[in-house]
């Protein structure tokens, strides 16, 4: 077993243990927590994607010739993705948080089930 | 309790589909696809040493456009969202010791050289513009530490990353009009790998997008900080 | 092999620090833990040759996220103690 | 030219503008206007493809990022679908900008960012090729979305946002995981290249797929796992709803729809299914809702239902599910903004708060226009695209009969919700009407749309086959009369009269030699001219009445005219829609106009489905003639056409909407909607049944419960006339015992029994016409329908009185009149084809008329003049003219009976060879005897003149009473009027044989009602309002979708 498989399966879990959260914490500052660790595990399920057994960072430099790249490097291009995911994860994070507050405002309680709601 | 004897049923049947995945996952032995040509080509194409960088910058670089907006929209969403009442007098913020201020004033300036570096070099050595920008935001969270009652001048913060963003998408028509499409890097030559004035526009683009995200960041900091000691906006309006 | 080592117990402690984030009651201890989990994440990353993902995570998912967070949670506590 | 507008403009203006708004945000007026500029821009950009697209010299552009091919780069691609979608994408986010101006500019330039940013990345969503991107994008539209939605700043929004976020938060984890585990299977993020890659074809690679489609079907909000996103429709604005219903779902819509093929379509039943049950599910919610964006927000999530529906049986529906899908999206997208638009305008946000639109007509225009767009009637695309969609459906190599069904069941019920409400709107009592915030500007975006939804049902309309243009020439005229509404009455009477006359000038060369088909347009067109006559005794305006019932008579001469079944339908449709305006016209009218259409809808779904199985039987060719020996499920196909004809002709099971909604209406409308409208189902009865023919085995048992239905209208019809109080009534639940024997006569396939049919169809539209501006007439001049309030009248209405008494004592079929030959034919039938059963109860039946004709002469004409009744006038010449124009064709049709029964019968002949009557001048012999109208006639005028004759002599022995010369016993009664001797006329009888004439099948279909509605009240009961169990929903909903999809892959 590699790396890579420990680094999914990891992953996975992340994931597993954050829904978990999600669906049974109700102080809403722990789900957004929870989906933190979500995001996380994703991230690193992604990274796992790309990685290669003994193969460096893709990044060319003196120990690095760019004609050697393709049989050297991990595949880039997750990374490149997790990057983005990474930010836009925190764009969210922040953006709920800033729900939270606002909620907090309006109903004086971070208590899912206390929150004033639609129905039907 | 039926509610959480329902919820672990249905992540068992999570977990199923994860092992499932699992079982079908096994590191790659040989890059394949795109990847195979980025890391054949990248060094040709674009002339950056930073495969990722080339690839979030040039090659998905409409991703990362994409990125960059959607922290704009969150700060832009935040300033909104989390306006707050005229400074009220009694903030309760505890006073910081001498040392923690001296300290941050020393340090300040060298955080923001380093993220400045970090995002130069971004075609260079790991890191770019995300990374510079968060060490940049950092140096705002450094100076509220040390003076929580720090005045952010969000007008400045706000005409820098505006001013970078139109030009993020200036240099990506710039492309379209001089290059083979938008967001094309080699709009300037893209000069020897490793060389810290190569691969086109590859490094301005990415300090557009340090000064970007490090502004936005700060921004979100600040929005978030500033709530703390004051009041939200009342709200308007009932039902609806 | 000791790489192989050092990654299980790096990715054991980010399950035990998730498990921790999303289990407590305290909230501090909560959010402390998640910041863990993305910084032990960050440094899986860099075992997995992804410098610039590890990069990324500490710098925004570890640190500026949990900075957030305790901002929130700041102006929460002072509200639900000004109440009080 | 086209080049110029490279669609990554959409992001270049987007952003640029999104960006250096900020820079000038707090010069909001400024800044609104860059956001304006790169909305129109945007729109500019599309409808540039768009055109060249439509005008066949467009090209599909693919624009390279940083000029690498994909998959090594992100491309665009904007061909017609994409320049379709940002077209309404970017048509319908200006317009909601515009509409949003006051409240984007107090919120700031950074809420003007995000709006712009929203509508950009809708765009994006649409353009984009890489299913990162498409990630991307994603995120970007929900961000924004929720981002936009604090303009509302409710305590309700800020939670649902909160929920929002976290769930699409949970989508875009499975949608991420999706294309990693794709990525790594296929080595390409590109859509194009992954669905070639046949690594796809690994276990991984499927789950891969599932992952991905099952995060954008979760985008698309299915139920039950939606209770995140309704929640959105409740607290947004409405022209925000109007951007995320319209514009989110069409690009979220059309994510998936790329995203299908990556997995070689394997998740295409599952699409279907989802598709199908959110439909269903959906509009079974929204009929128990209240809140009216509630009720949009269920409506347009079963609108993508149908359009998943859609998208599933791509296989099955080939080369037309574009058309269908777009004909589906465009309405949708445009009709719902409309009623967003609206939502934000009216206050109160219940259902029968949509009163207050009855203070600005021109909403209430638009209303009706966008519900009856959603809908599907025509001309609007929805209609083709349904009609499409049924006819695949059920023609393919193999028959999607049930889901058909399914499809049409819904929308049935989407109908009932979208006119009660609508009903509301336009009929609901309200002490004072609520307020209404609608400023000029307001109306800009609404009106737009609905401008623009005309005219994308124009050009659908040329894109069909089997439908001719020459039918949107009465719809052009139809909205010419519309547009001069403001003129008085009688200008557009005359108008109208000139167009009818014109279009019958017209018609008449081409139908000339076809006397079934000049029976007909006789009905119905001259039938028009008469009623129109009439019309010039209203003064004032009559607002709407002209373009209603110009409608209606386009509809009903659509029918005549229809050479496909498409046609056809369309004329069928069309008259649904006029008849409903002009009936719901009456001051009670209300809840009758919707049984109406209710009726009519459920008729003309049952008519659809017999008509896509028979073009499914005729290999898709959809002339008329397809309807002739179907070969797909015959005895169904034709059942179900009768049945929808049956609930035009008001038999007995599908009656209940006549007699309310006739009885309501005012005295010409009645006429149109009686003498002639219930002849459009005998039509159709008759085209079906010439089609069907008799001789095919499963026809014996559908014409015995045709016989049966028809012998039942006349009974029960005729009973429960003779029990009304109003006048209106009475003539309405006769209509129904008429319209009974022309139904039995049909049935029984024979020469003598369709001569009684159509001899019936003639002489029901003489002498009903007659009664109905008679009793109309007489009911507006002393304001009241009730007969026990009349009385007397002969003395102040000599001229009515004549009518009626020659127009009953057709209808009574007792000599000498023409209603004799009829039944005289009717015993010759009896006999000779040996119906004593049925023969035996339509006798009773005729007995049963004596009652009620009895009744309405007596009490309204005879006994004694009211009080208040002493100084009425004579009812309005406009009346008299087409009354006696009528009359006089009475009164020769009953001196020679051969003039319409022998050519009647000669056509006969060519249908049932068999030789039934013999006419030698007025006399016709059949096997049992002979008949001659102008000897009746003779000997009958004979005896009656040696009566009055004998009547002078006598008269002077005759004593005069005073009519006050009688006196009471000395108790006043409370209700006076209860104890005329009119009121409850028929007490005893009605102890004897009332129970038949009780509402048994009115009870049946409350029955039903009421159980779709506690359905309705149980399934929505999973909307609890939290949130965190709509993310559990979300959770579930993956783990079963996988478990049940996972069997397939081992």
Same mark, same amino acid.
């Given at each position: 077993?590699?790396?890579?498989?420990?680094?999914?399966?990891?992953?996975?879990?992340?994931?597993?243990?954050?829904?978990?959260?999600?669906?049974?914490?109700?102080?809403?500052?722990?789900?957004?927590?929870?989906?933190?660790?979500?995001?996380?595990?994703?991230?690193?399920?992604?990274?796992?994607?790309?990685?290669?057994?003994?193969?460096?960072?893709?990044?060319?430099?003196?120990?690095?010739?760019?004609?050697?790249?393709?049989?050297?490097?991990?595949?880039?291009?997750?990374?490149?993705?997790?990057?983005?995911?990474?930010?836009?994860?925190?764009?969210?994070?922040?953006?709920?948080?800033?729900?939270?507050?606002?909620?907090?405002?309006?109903?004086?309680?971070?208590?899912?089930?206390?929150?004033?709601?639609?129905?039907? | 309790?039926?509610?959480?004897?329902?919820?672990?049923?249905?992540?068992?049947?999570?977990?199923?589909?994860?092992?499932?995945?699992?079982?079908?996952?096994?590191?790659?032995?040989?890059?394949?696809?795109?990847?195979?040509?980025?890391?054949?080509?990248?060094?040709?194409?674009?002339?950056?040493?930073?495969?990722?960088?080339?690839?979030?910058?040039?090659?998905?670089?409409?991703?990362?456009?994409?990125?960059?907006?959607?922290?704009?929209?969150?700060?832009?969403?935040?300033?909104?969202?989390?306006?707050?009442?005229?400074?009220?007098?009694?903030?309760?913020?505890?006073?910081?010791?001498?040392?923690?201020?001296?300290?941050?004033?020393?340090?300040?300036?060298?955080?923001?050289?380093?993220?400045?570096?970090?995002?130069?070099?971004?075609?260079?050595?790991?890191?770019?513009?995300?990374?510079?920008?968060?060490?940049?935001?950092?140096?705002?969270?450094?100076?509220?530490?040390?003076?929580?009652?720090?005045?952010?001048?969000?007008?400045?913060?706000?005409?820098?990353?505006?001013?970078?963003?139109?030009?993020?998408?200036?240099?990506?028509?710039?492309?379209?009009?001089?290059?083979?499409?938008?967001?094309?890097?080699?709009?300037?030559?893209?000069?020897?790998?490793?060389?810290?004035?190569?691969?086109?526009?590859?490094?301005?683009?990415?300090?557009?997008?340090?000064?970007?995200?490090?502004?936005?960041?700060?921004?979100?900091?600040?929005?978030?900080?500033?709530?703390?000691?004051?009041?939200?906006?009342?709200?308007?309006?009932?039902?609806? | #092999?000791?790489?192989?080592?050092?990654?299980?117990?790096?990715?054991?402690?980010?399950?035990?620090?998730?498990?921790?984030?999303?289990?407590?009651?305290?909230?501090?201890?909560?959010?402390?833990?998640?910041?863990?989990?993305?910084?032990?994440?960050?440094?899986?990353?860099?075992? #997995?040759?992804?410098?610039?993902?590890? #990069?990324?995570?500490?710098?925004?998912?570890?640190?500026?996220?949990?900075?957030?967070?305790?901002?929130?949670?700041?102006?929460?506590?002072?509200?639900?103690?000004?109440?009080? | 030219?086209?080049?110029?507008?490279?669609?990554?403009?959409?992001?270049?203006?987007?952003?640029?503008?999104?960006?250096?708004?900020?820079?000038?945000?707090?010069?909001?007026?400024?800044?609104?206007?860059?956001?304006?500029?790169?909305?129109?821009?945007?729109?500019?950009?599309?409808?540039?493809?768009?055109?060249?697209?439509?005008?066949?010299?467009?090209?599909?552009?693919?624009?390279?990022?940083?000029?690498?091919?994909?998959?090594?780069?992100?491309?665009?691609?904007?061909?017609?679908?994409?320049?379709?979608?940002?077209?309404?994408?970017?048509?319908?986010?200006?317009?909601?900008?515009?509409?949003?101006?006051?409240?984007?500019?107090?919120?700031?330039?950074?809420?003007?960012?995000?709006?712009?940013?929203?509508?950009?990345?809708?765009?994006?969503?649409?353009?984009?090729?890489?299913?990162?991107?498409?990630?991307?994008?994603?995120?970007?539209?929900?961000?924004?979305?929720?981002?936009?939605?604090?303009?509302?700043?409710?305590?309700?929004?800020?939670?649902?946002?909160?929920?929002?976020?976290?769930?699409?938060?949970?989508?875009?984890?499975?949608?991420?995981?999706?294309?990693?585990?794709?990525?790594?299977?296929?080595?390409?993020?590109?859509?194009?290249?992954?669905?070639?890659?046949?690594?796809?074809?690994?276990?991984?690679?499927?789950?891969?797929?599932?992952?991905?489609?099952?995060?954008?079907?979760?985008?698309?909000?299915?139920?039950?796992?939606?209770?995140?996103?309704?929640?959105?429709?409740?607290?947004?604005?409405?022209?925000?709803?109007?951007?995320?219903?319209?514009?989110?779902?069409?690009?979220?819509?059309?994510?998936?729809?790329?995203?299908?093929?990556?997995?070689?379509?394997?998740?295409?039943?599952?699409?279907?299914?989802?598709?199908?049950?959110?439909?269903?599910?959906?509009?079974?919610?929204?009929?128990?809702?209240?809140?009216?964006?509630?009720?949009?927000?269920?409506?347009?999530?079963?609108?993508?239902?149908?359009?998943?529906?859609?998208?599933?049986?791509?296989?099955?529906?080939?080369?037309?599910?574009?058309?269908?899908?777009?004909?589906?999206?465009?309405?949708?997208?445009?009709?719902?903004?409309?009623?967003?638009?609206?939502?934000?305008?009216?206050?109160?946000?219940?259902?029968?708060?949509?009163?207050?639109?009855?203070?600005?007509?021109?909403?209430?225009?638009?209303?009706?226009?966008?519900?009856?767009?959603?809908?599907?009637?025509?001309?609007?695309?929805?209609?083709?695209?349904?009609?499409?969609?049924?006819?695949?459906?059920?023609?393919?190599?193999?028959?999607?009969?049930?889901?058909?069904?399914?499809?049409?069941?819904?929308?049935?019920?989407?109908?009932?919700?979208?006119?009660?409400?609508?009903?509301?709107?336009?009929?609901?009592?309200?002490?004072?009407?609520?307020?209404?915030?609608?400023?000029?500007?307001?109306?800009?975006?609404?009106?737009?749309?609905?401008?623009?939804?005309?005219?994308?049902?124009?050009?659908?309309?040329?894109?069909?086959?089997?439908?001719?243009?020459?039918?949107?020439?009465?719809?052009?005229?139809?909205?010419?009369?519309?547009?001069?509404?403001?003129?008085?009455?009688?200008?557009?009477?005359?108008?109208?009269?000139?167009?009818?006359?014109?279009?019958?000038?017209?018609?008449?060369?081409?139908?000339?030699?076809?006397?079934?088909?000049?029976?007909?347009?006789?009905?119905?067109?001259?039938?028009?001219?008469?009623?129109?006559?009439?019309?010039?005794?209203?003064?004032?305006?009559?607002?709407?009445?002209?373009?209603?019932?110009?409608?209606?008579?386009?509809?009903?001469?659509?029918?005549?005219?229809?050479?496909?079944?498409?046609?056809?339908?369309?004329?069928?449709?069309?008259?649904?829609?006029?008849?409903?305006?002009?009936?719901?016209?009456?001051?009670?009218?209300?809840?009758?106009?919707?049984?109406?259409?209710?009726?009519?809808?459920?008729?003309?779904?049952?008519?659809?489905?017999?008509?896509?199985?028979?073009?499914?039987?005729?290999?898709?060719? !959809?002339?008329?003639?397809?309807?002739?020996?179907?070969?797909?499920?015959?005895?169904?196909?034709?059942?179900?056409?009768?049945?929808?004809?049956?609930?035009?002709?008001?038999?007995?099971?599908?009656?209940?909407?006549?007699?309310?909604?006739?009885?309501?209406?005012?005295?010409?409308?009645?006429?149109?909607?009686?003498?002639?409208?219930?002849?459009?189902?005998?039509?159709?009865?008759?085209?079906?049944?010439?089609?069907?023919?008799?001789?095919?085995?499963?026809?014996?048992?559908?014409?015995?419960?045709?016989?049966?239905?028809?012998?039942?209208?006349?009974?029960?019809?005729?009973?429960?006339?003779?029990?009304?109080?109003?006048?209106?009534?009475?003539?309405?639940?006769?209509?129904?015992?008429?319209?009974?024997?022309?139904?039995?006569?049909?049935?029984?396939?024979?020469?003598?029994?369709?001569?009684?049919?159509?001899?019936?169809?003639?002489?029901?539209?003489?002498?009903?016409?007659?009664?109905?501006?008679? !009793?109309?007439?007489?009911?507006?001049?002393?304001?009241?329908?009730?007969?026990?309030?009349?009385?007397?009248?002969?003395?102040?209405?000599?001229?009515?009185?004549?009518?009626?008494?020659?127009?009953?004592?057709?209808?009574?079929?007792?000599?000498?009149?023409?209603?004799?030959?009829?039944?005289?034919?009717?015993?010759?039938?009896?006999?000779?084809?040996?119906?004593?059963?049925?023969?035996?109860?339509?006798?009773?039946?005729?007995?049963?008329?004596?009652?009620?004709?009895?009744?309405?002469?007596?009490?309204?004409?005879?006994?004694?003049?009211?009080?208040?009744?002493?100084?009425?006038?004579?009812?309005?010449?406009?009346?008299?003219?087409?009354?006696?124009?009528?009359?006089?064709?009475?009164?020769?049709?009953?001196?020679?009976?051969?003039?319409?029964?022998?050519?009647?019968?000669?056509?006969?002949?060519?249908?049932?060879?068999?030789?039934?009557?013999?006419?030698?001048?007025?006399?016709?012999?059949?096997?049992?005897?002979?008949?001659?109208?102008?000897?009746?006639?003779?000997?009958?005028?004979?005896?009656?003149?040696?009566?009055?004759?004998?009547?002078?002599?006598?008269?002077?022995?005759?004593?005069?009473?005073?009519?006050?010369?009688?006196?009471?016993?000395?108790?006043?009664?409370?209700?006076?009027?209860?104890?005329?001797?009119?009121?409850?006329?028929?007490?005893?009888?009605?102890?004897?044989?009332?129970?038949?004439?009780?509402?048994?099948?009115?009870?049946?279909?409350?029955?039903?009602?009421?159980?779709?509605?506690?359905?309705?009240?149980?399934?929505?009961?999973?909307?609890?309002?939290?949130?965190?169990?709509?993310?559990?929903?979300?959770?579930?909903?993956?783990?079963?979708?996988?478990?049940?999809?996972?069997?397939?892959?081992?």
């Amino acid at each position: 077993m590699n790396i890579g498989s420990i680094a999914m399966g990891a992953g996975f879990l992340l994931v597993l243990i954050g829904l978990w959260g999600i669906l049974t914490r109700t102080h809403i500052i722990q789900i957004i927590v929870s989906f933190s660790v979500v995001d996380t595990g994703v991230h690193l399920i992604m990274v796992a994607a790309g990685y290669m057994h003994q193969r460096t960072a893709p990044i060319i430099s003196e120990g690095l010739a760019a004609s050697d790249a393709p049989s050297l490097v991990v595949d880039p291009l997750p990374q490149a993705l997790v990057l983005t995911a990474i930010v836009i994860g925190l764009g969210v994070t922040a953006l709920m948080l800033a729900f939270a507050l606002r909620i907090h405002e309006k109903n004086d309680t971070l208590e899912i089930k206390n929150i004033e709601r639609l129905r039907w | 309790m039926i509610r959480t004897f329902g919820i672990i049923l249905t992540l068992i049947g999570v977990a199923f589909l994860f092992f499932s995945l699992f079982l079908e996952y096994e590191t790659p032995l040989e890059l394949s696809g795109s990847a195979s040509y980025y890391a054949a080509s990248t060094a040709e194409d674009t002339g950056s040493a930073n495969l990722v960088s080339a690839i979030v910058v040039t090659y998905r670089g409409l991703d990362t456009l994409g990125e960059v907006t959607i922290l704009f929209l969150t700060s832009s969403i935040m300033s909104y969202m989390l306006k707050t009442k005229k400074a009220r007098n009694q903030r309760t913020f505890r006073e910081s010791s001498e040392l923690l201020r001296t300290a941050s004033a020393l340090l300040v300036p060298f955080i923001i050289l380093l993220g400045v570096f970090i995002f130069v070099h971004g075609h260079l050595s790991p890191g770019g513009g995300f990374q510079g920008g968060a060490v940049l935001a950092s140096a705002l969270v450094l100076l509220l530490v040390a003076d929580p009652l720090y005045t952010v001048q969000s007008r400045i913060l706000s005409v820098i990353e505006s001013s970078s963003g139109f030009l993020y998408v200036l240099l990506g028509l710039s492309g379209l009009l001089f290059g083979a499409g938008f967001l094309d890097s080699r709009v300037l030559p893209t000069g020897r790998v490793g060389e810290l004035f190569s691969a086109g526009l590859i490094p301005l683009i990415y300090i557009l997008i340090g000064l970007k995200v490090g502004t936005e960041l700060s921004n979100l900091l600040s929005v978030f900080h500033s709530v703390q000691g004051q009041d939200l906006m009342e709200d308007e309006g009932g039902a609806r | #092999m000791i790489e192989s080592i050092l990654f299980i117990v790096l990715a054991l402690l980010a399950l035990a620090s998730a498990v921790v984030a999303v289990i407590s009651k305290n909230l501090v201890t909560s959010i402390i833990s998640a910041g863990l989990v993305s910084l032990l994440a960050s440094l899986l990353y860099l075992l #997995m040759s992804a410098p610039d993902v590890a #990069m990324t995570e500490a710098a925004i998912g570890s640190s500026l996220a949990t900075i957030i967070f305790f901002y929130v949670l700041n102006r929460i506590r002072a509200k639900e103690d000004s109440r009080d | 030219m086209v080049a110029m507008f490279n669609p990554i403009y959409f992001v270049v203006a987007g952003l640029a503008a999104a960006f250096l708004l900020t820079l000038f945000h707090n010069r909001e007026r400024l800044s609104y206007f860059i956001m304006i500029i790169a909305l129109s821009l945007m729109m500019l950009i599309s409808l540039a493809h768009l055109a060249s697209f439509l005008a066949g010299t467009g090209e599909i552009v693919q624009v390279f990022t940083a000029g690498f091919a994909p998959p090594f780069s992100i491309n665009f691609q904007m061909g017609p679908p994409e320049a379709l979608l940002t077209a309404i994408v970017s048509l319908v986010g200006l317009l909601s900008g515009i509409y949003l101006s006051e409240q984007l500019r107090k919120t700031g330039a950074y809420a003007q960012a995000v709006y712009i940013v929203l509508v950009m990345g809708m765009n994006a969503m649409i353009l984009t090729r890489d299913l990162f991107n498409l990630f991307v994008f994603l995120e970007i539209v929900s961000i924004a979305t929720v981002g936009i939605l604090f303009l509302s700043r409710s305590r309700t929004s800020v939670n649902t946002g909160f929920t929002y976020m976290v769930a699409s938060g949970l989508i875009s984890v499975v949608l991420l995981i999706g294309i990693v585990f794709a990525y790594m299977n296929a080595g390409s993020l590109n859509i194009d290249t992954l669905s070639e890659s046949l690594v796809m074809a690994g276990r991984g690679g499927s789950i891969a797929v599932l992952l991905i489609t099952l995060a954008f079907l979760l985008e698309l909000k299915p139920f039950p796992a939606n209770g995140w996103g309704i929640d959105l429709y409740t607290s947004a604005p409405g022209a925000l709803s109007a951007l995320i219903s319209a514009g989110g779902m069409s690009a979220t819509y059309y994510a998936l729809a790329k995203v299908l093929p990556v997995g070689q379509w394997s998740h295409d039943s599952l699409v279907a299914a989802v598709g199908g049950i959110t439909f269903i599910a959906s509009q079974i919610i929204a009929l128990k809702q209240d809140d009216s964006r509630r009720l949009l927000g269920y409506s347009s999530i079963g609108q993508i239902g149908l359009l998943l529906v859609v998208l599933g049986f791509s296989e099955a529906l080939g080369d037309r599910r574009d058309f269908i899908a777009a004909g589906l999206l465009i309405t949708h997208a445009l009709s719902k903004s409309i009623l967003f638009y609206i939502s934000d305008m009216v206050q109160d946000d219940s259902l029968r708060g949509w009163a207050a639109l009855r203070r600005k007509p021109v909403l209430l225009v638009l209303f009706g226009v966008a519900a009856f767009a959603l809908i599907g009637f025509p001309p609007f695309p929805s209609f083709f695209a349904k009609w499409d969609l049924i006819l695949l459906l059920n023609g393919g190599t193999e028959g999607y009969y049930l889901l058909s069904a399914m499809v049409l069941a819904g929308s049935l019920i989407e109908a009932v919700y979208l006119f009660r409400w609508f009903s509301y709107a336009l009929k609901l009592p309200h002490e004072d009407l609520p307020e209404l915030a609608s400023p000029t500007s307001r109306l800009i975006a609404p009106v737009t749309a609905a401008l623009v939804l005309a005219g994308a049902s124009w050009y659908v309309s040329t894109l069909v086959s089997g439908f001719s243009q020459s039918f949107l020439i009465p719809v052009a005229f139809i909205l010419l009369v519309a547009v001069i509404d403001r003129l008085p009455a009688w200008s557009k009477n005359v108008i109208s009269i000139a167009g009818v006359s014109l279009y019958i000038a017209d018609l008449y060369p081409r139908i000339a030699g076809d006397l079934m088909t000049m029976i007909f347009a006789g009905i119905f067109l001259v039938g028009a001219v008469l009623t129109l006559l009439s019309g010039f005794y209203y003064k004032g305006r009559r607002a709407g009445f002209y373009p209603m019932a110009l409608t209606m008579f386009a509809g009903l001469a659509a029918l005549i005219e229809a050479a496909t079944i498409l046609e056809f339908f369309w004329g069928w449709e069309l008259m649904a829609i006029g008849s409903y305006f002009l009936l719901i016209r009456g001051k009670k009218s209300m809840p009758h106009g919707l049984s109406y259409l209710l009726f009519s809808i459920g008729g003309s779904y049952s008519i659809l489905y017999g008509f896509s199985l028979a073009a499914a039987g005729a290999g898709g060719v !959809i002339a008329m003639s397809s309807l002739v020996g179907i070969s797909v499920m015959p005895a169904l196909a034709y059942s179900l056409m009768l049945l929808g004809f049956l609930t035009k002709t008001a038999s007995i099971g599908v009656h209940i909407w006549l007699p309310g909604a006739h009885g309501e209406a005012v005295a010409d409308i009645h006429f149109m909607a009686s003498a002639i409208l219930l002849k459009a189902g005998v039509f159709g009865l008759i085209t079906v049944l010439l089609a069907m023919g008799s001789e095919a085995g499963y026809t014996r048992w559908i014409l015995l419960a045709l016989g049966w239905i028809g012998v039942l209208s006349a009974l029960l019809g005729n009973i429960s006339a003779a029990f009304q109080e109003s006048a209106k009534r009475l003539l309405a639940w006769s209509s129904i015992g008429q319209l009974g024997y022309i139904v039995w006569g049909l049935a029984s396939m024979s020469h003598l029994g369709w001569l009684i049919a159509l001899g019936y169809s003639v002489t029901h539209f003489l002498y009903k016409g007659i009664l109905f501006l008679a !009793i109309g007439g007489i009911a507006l001049k002393i304001g009241t329908p009730y007969m026990y309030k009349m009385g007397g009248l002969i003395k102040r209405m000599p001229y009515s009185f004549f009518a009626v008494l020659i127009a009953i004592i057709t209808l009574s079929g007792v000599p000498p009149l023409v209603g004799f030959s009829a039944k005289w034919i009717t015993y010759n039938l009896i006999i000779s084809e040996q119906l004593y059963y049925q023969g035996f109860v339509i006798l009773i039946a005729g007995i049963i008329a004596f009652l009620y004709l009895f009744r309405m002469i007596y009490t309204v004409f005879l006994g004694q003049l009211k009080d208040n009744l002493r100084s009425v006038g004579e009812i309005s010449i406009w009346f008299r003219i087409p009354m006696y124009l009528l009359l006089i064709v009475i009164l020769v049709l009953s001196f020679l009976p051969n003039t319409l029964l022998r050519p009647i019968g000669d056509m006969l002949s060519g249908i049932f060879p068999e030789e039934a009557i013999v006419w030698t001048g007025s006399r016709g012999v059949t096997s049992l005897g002979y008949f001659d109208g102008a000897m009746i006639m003779y000997v009958i005028v004979g005896i009656f003149v040696i009566l009055t004759i004998l009547f002078l002599l006598l008269r002077k022995q005759t004593q005069k009473v005073k009519q006050f010369n009688i006196f009471y016993s000395g108790e006043a009664p409370s209700r006076p009027e209860l104890s005329h001797f009119s009121y409850n006329f028929f007490a005893h009888y009605r102890k004897a044989v009332g129970a038949l004439a009780l509402p048994l099948v009115t009870g049946f279909w409350d029955r039903v009602t009421e159980i779709i509605h506690a359905v309705s009240d149980f399934i929505r009961r999973i909307y609890t309002g939290n949130g965190q169990t709509y993310l559990f929903h979300i959770v579930l909903y993956v783990v079963v979708v996988f478990l049940v999809q996972s069997g397939g892959y081992r």
